[in-house]
């Protein structure tokens, strides 16, 4: 069974803070997103990446794909309260000839003013 | 607007009493799915659908049906509703199910079954 693994659960932050998040499995992924959850909606997406080693920035944030394509991490440049919210991974992997949408657990942070 | 809209939005229901959850996609979606959300657990995936008339079971499958009878509907049913389905539910759709598609969720329904 593959699974994801997202760290710190929760994350409290001053404003204007870096923070980094982390996604981790044992398990291959043939690609890797992230979402942004806020409350009383579903997740968007925020970024795809695909490369083992790829890195993507969208303004703030700065999102890497491990080398192995087993991990991922989220980074974010000076924290703003607007980035609040919950932030999922979710890996597209291949069992039996089918792919899935593994998604983890979650990171639920808070920003400060 | 390219849309997934789940209804309803909010519902209290009975043990046992049968429900259904309606999920409509706009965009033409082959791929279509249902997830839960709980604190803690993250999202898994009850029920999923490649195309019309196939579905199958995903991660958590017990207590729930489906159908794909037309490309933009995708109903979930819980014939006999327990305490423990008391969640958030998001259907979602995607192009396909290749890696690298977007998948885009519902706003949510919250069921509490008392």
């Known amino acids: 069974t593959q699974l994801l693994e997202q760290s710190p659960q929760f994350l409290s932050i001053q404003e204007g803070e870096n923070l980094t998040v982390y996604c981790n499995s044992s398990s291959v992924f043939s690609s890797l997103q992230w979402y942004r959850q806020e409350p009383g909606e579903g997740p968007v997406l925020l970024v795809t990446v695909v490369t083992g080693g790829e890195v993507k920035k969208l303004k703030r944030l700065t999102f890497q794909f491990g080398d192995a394509r087993k991990d991922s991490s989220l980074h974010i440049t000076a924290a703003q309260p607007g980035d609040t919210g919950l932030y999922l991974c979710a890996g597209a992997g291949s069992t039996s000839g089918t792919y899935k949408y593994i998604f983890g657990t979650g990171t639920r942070l808070k920003v400060l003013a | 607007e390219a849309q997934v809209t789940q209804n309803p939005r909010y519902l209290i229901t009975v043990t046992g009493k049968k429900l259904t959850v309606t999920c409509s996609q706009n965009?033409?979606?082959?791929?279509m799915s249902w997830y839960r959300q709980d604190p803690g657990l993250g999202l898994r995936q009850i029920y999923y659908?490649?195309?019309?008339?196939?579905?199958d079971k995903g991660d958590v499958p017990e207590g729930y049906k489906v159908s794909r009878k037309e490309k933009r509907n995708f109903p979930l049913i819980l014939e006999s509703p327990s305490p423990n389905q008391t969640s958030l539910y998001f259907c979602a759709s995607s192009p396909s199910i290749s890696p690298g598609n977007t998948i885009y969720f519902g706003e949510g329904s919250w069921l509490t079954v008392v």
């Open positions: 659908s490649m195309n019309v008339e196939v579905t």
């Open positions: 965009m033409n979606h082959e791929y």
